[in-house]
C-alpha cells in the first residue's frame, strides 16, 4: 500500500509542476488559482512522502518519489508543453524508470 501512496505523492509532484508551467503562461487573477493548486500539490505530495516513508527505507522512498516526480515532470513537458523529445532524453527516461523499478524489487517491504 506505501509504494502506491509513494507514486501517488509523486504523481502530486507532477501536479505542482504543472501548476508552476500553467501559472508562467497565465495572466490576471487565474495565476492565484494556479498557485493555490502548486501549494495544495505539493503539500498532498510531501504528506504522501511522509506516509511512505514511515515503512519503507528512507532513501528508496525519496529516489522513487523524485524519479516519479521526474519522469512524469519530463513526459508532461514533451506532452503538454512541447519540449523536445531527442532520442537522448527518451533514453534516459527510460534508464530512470528501470531504476525504480529496480529499487522496487531489492527494496525488502
Known amino acids: 500500500m506505501n509504494w502506491i501512496l509513494l ?3 509523486g504523481l502530486f509532484e507532477v501536479g505542482f509542476t504543472f501548476s508552476l508551467g500553467q ?8 495565476v492565484y488559482y494556479w498557485y493555490i493548486s502548486f501549494l495544495i500539490c505539493m ?8 506516509k511512505a516513508s514511515q515503512t519503507l527505507p528512507l532513501g528508496t522512498a525519496y529516489a522513487v518519489w523524485t524519479g516519479v516526480g521526474a519522469v512524469g515532470t519530463v513526459l508532461l513537458g514533451i506532452f503538454v508543453f ?6 537522448w532524453r ?5 534508464t530512470l524508470v528501470s531504476s525504480i523499478v ?3 524489487f531489492v527494496s525488502n517491504h
Request: net charge positive; proline share 3%.
Open 43 to 50: 503539500l498532498s505530495s510531501m504528506l504522501l512522502l511522509i
Open 90 to 94: 527518451i533514453f534516459f527516461i527510460i
Open 102 to 104: 529496480g529499487l522496487k
Open 7 to 9: 507514486i501517488i505523492g
Open 23 to 30: 501559472a508562467k503562461n497565465s495572466q490576471g487573477n487565474v
Open 82 to 87: 512541447k519540449e523536445p523529445a531527442t532520442f
